[in-house]
């Protein structure tokens, strides 16, 4: 059975960072891409950023680019979402996924997490 667990979600000022990490099991890691995507109120989930298999790619949605660093350790099943500079509107649920290549849409990623909140107050 496939699990990814978010964790390092929590309340941060505005300027702060977090630094979130998933922890995937049940497949193997090393052959997946991995995702970020957010979700916030009211909102439709949308891509934030992705890393290759070896962690030499990475690719950013341009409302986070400069900002958050995405990053994987394949030895320990985990990726990672360092996040600086934060803003109020980088509030919202994060979910990281796993997908078998280079995507950017949202139905190509295959697992899910559940999420982590993120809130940013101003």
């Known amino acids: 059975q496939v699990q990814l667990v978010e964790s390092g979600g929590g309340l941060v000022q505005a300027g702060g960072s977090l630094r979130l990490s998933c922890l995937a099991s049940?497949?193997?890691?090393?052959?997946?891409?991995m995702g970020w995507s957010r979700q916030a109120p009211g909102k439709e989930r949308e891509f934030v950023a992705r890393?290759?298999?070896?962690?030499?790619?990475?690719y950013y949605s341009d409302s986070v680019k400069g900002r958050f660093t995405i990053s994987r350790d394949n030895a320990k099943n985990t990726v990672y979402l360092e996040m600086n500079s934060l803003k109020p509107e980088d509030t919202a649920v994060y979910y990281c996924?796993?997908?078998?290549?280079?995507?950017?849409?949202?139905?190509?990623?295959?697992?899910w997490g559940r999420g982590t909140q993120v809130t940013v107050s101003s």
């Open positions: 890393i290759s298999w070896g962690g030499g790619s990475t």
């Open positions: 049940g497949l193997t890691f090393r052959s997946y891409y």
């Open positions: 996924a796993s997908s078998t290549g280079p995507y950017s849409s949202l139905p190509d990623f295959g697992y």
